[in-house]
């Protein structure tokens, strides 16, 4: 047992930071506004918080102001900010040769692929660079579609494998309908997740047991011979981190198996340490044919992405060319990132250390809010993984905000926590408990302490 969760503060706030420049974070401000474009956002509407530096778990704003950073950014700073080993490295890179492309071999491109094959599940041990999650997870579907000659998809609502053009069609959630044409072979199927069960479950025996039925169910009426791969976070992220229940995953290579379906792993948010192993697809005791990573990998330092290959798909392309690839593949500052960060991750034991923090510290204080708060529908994750579903009314689990949306009582709980010093992360009506993996324990001891005060105010909005 680490510790328990208790009144511990969050140091002083306004401690400066040498890096904090007032004048040039409101220039900043002021040309962000003027001619940056920001992702899923109405434009007018914003209004970005300037970061100008950050430390471990921690960013200050342009005032000098420190949040502590619950969120990871978007779940990838998972060694936390500025860690001085993989910077160093970067430099160090960056001094030696900046770039080169992709049909070259060069030493930071090749000890990556070695470090992250070693790690891999089964003989995942061929390594397709890209430069980030979304291609990743394109590329993968293309590999699948070249190697069994099949084109549909099959992945899961509430689910969320990125923004380019196949990969936000492949994702289940409200983020793909605005970009959804129909003319991707995408075809989407319900997961398990027994706090809104599609199946009339009351157990996860039963949950798991009818989900695979009606997974192998449309299959069948889809016609196997069409499909050519199935996409699964192994752990879903952004949709609700929902953990598969006993027998789920297991069946879901079974059936793959059976019908000769490829069966990929996105491991781009719940992979390097975040869920308390390597890969979440470990806690089930199951080999995908092709699994993505981007994020955790390298912290987000420098963009990079990939595609861990089976040796049956990898030899599809032994003696015809594989028709893909990127000018950055396998960037020699990007890999040269992820070499340390593995290396920093295995030399501190920052992948044991956010299994114990999940067991003994995050697991039991989500346990105590929700028996304390009346707000709380379901708490649940893993590592450093977790999330806290907010509903109005426990007995009919009315959202605290609709599904695809926001609400202002949300967006109340939201400015709630960062008035008191925490970055959360957010989505519909969720608050997502993912510092970084190596956080330490008395901070992470007392952002969980905010996060309990805020959920006072959740409870004035439940009944």
């Not at 004048?23 to 914003?46: N, P």
């Not at 992709?102 to 660079?129: C, V």
């Not at 993968?140 to 936000?168: D, E, F, I, N, P």
Request: include cysteine; hydrophobic fraction near 45%.
């Amino acid at each position: 047992m680490i510790s328990t969760i208790d009144s511990v503060l969050l140091p002083e706030r306004t401690e400066p930071h040498p890096a904090v420049d007032t004048a040039a974070a409101r220039r900043a401000y002021e040309l962000d506004r003027k001619h940056v474009f920001h992702s899923w956002s109405a434009q007018e509407l914003l209004d970005p918080m300037v970061i100008s530096a950050a430390e471990g778990s921690y960013v200050w704003d342009g005032e000098g102001t420190r949040y502590l950073d619950f969120s990871s950014q978007l779940v990838n700073t998972n060694i936390g900010h500025q860690h001085p080993a993989v910077v160093a490295a970067i430099a160090a890179q960056a001094a030696k040769l900046c770039t080169i492309a992709p049909s070259y071999a060069n030493e930071a491109r090749s000890e990556a692929a070695r470090l992250i094959a070693e790690r891999t599940p089964g003989e995942l041990n061929k390594i397709f660079f890209t430069n980030g999650g979304a291609d990743a997870n394109e590329h993968a579907v293309r590999m699948a579609r070249l190697h069994t000659g099949r084109q549909k998809v099959l992945s899961a609502y509430r689910s969320y494998h990125g923004g380019t053009q196949l990969a936000v069609n492949i994702t289940g959630d409200p983020r793909r309908w605005a970009n959804d044409t129909a003319s991707t072979g995408t075809v989407h199927f319900f997961p398990p997740y027994l706090y809104r069960t599609a199946f009339h479950s009351t157990t996860e025996a039963e949950e798991s047991q009818r989900a695979l039925q009606h997974l192998e169910q449309l299959i069948v009426l889809e016609g196997a011979a069409t499909i050519a791969a199935l996409m699964l976070e192994s752990i879903p992220g952004s949709a609700g981190i929902y953990v598969p229940p006993a027998g789920y995953m297991q069946g879901v290579r079974e059936l793959c198996t059976k019908y000769g379906i490829m069966f990929i792993a996105d491991e781009v948010m719940a992979g390097f340490g975040r869920t308390g192993k390597w890969f979440a697809v470990e806690h089930f005791d199951v080999v995908p044919d092709l699994l993505t990573f981007a994020k955790g990998v390298n912290s987000g330092y420098v963009p990079l992405g990939g595609v861990a290959i089976s040796p049956e798909i990898a030899a599809t392309f032994a003696t015809k060319p594989y028709p893909g690839g990127l000018t950055y593949s396998g960037h020699p500052l990007a890999t040269a990132a992820a070499v340390a960060t593995i290396n920093a991750m295995e030399k501190e034991g920052i992948v044991d250390h956010a299994a114990a923090l999940g067991d003994d510290i995050i697991g039991p204080a989500l346990a105590g809010f929700a028996a304390r708060h009346k707000s709380v529908g379901e708490v649940r994750g893993t590592g450093v993984f977790w999330a806290i579903e907010l509903v109005k009314d426990r007995a009919t689990r009315e959202p605290l905000a609709p599904y695809g949306a926001s609400s202002p009582e949300m967006n109340q709980l939201i400015a709630a926590c960062k008035s008191r010093g925490l970055i959360p992360f957010a989505n519909f009506n969720r608050i997502h408990v993912v510092p970084p993996c190596n956080i330490s324990v008395e901070d992470l001891v007392a952002g969980l302490a905010i996060l309990d005060e805020v959920l006072d105010i959740a409870d004035t909005f439940a009944v």
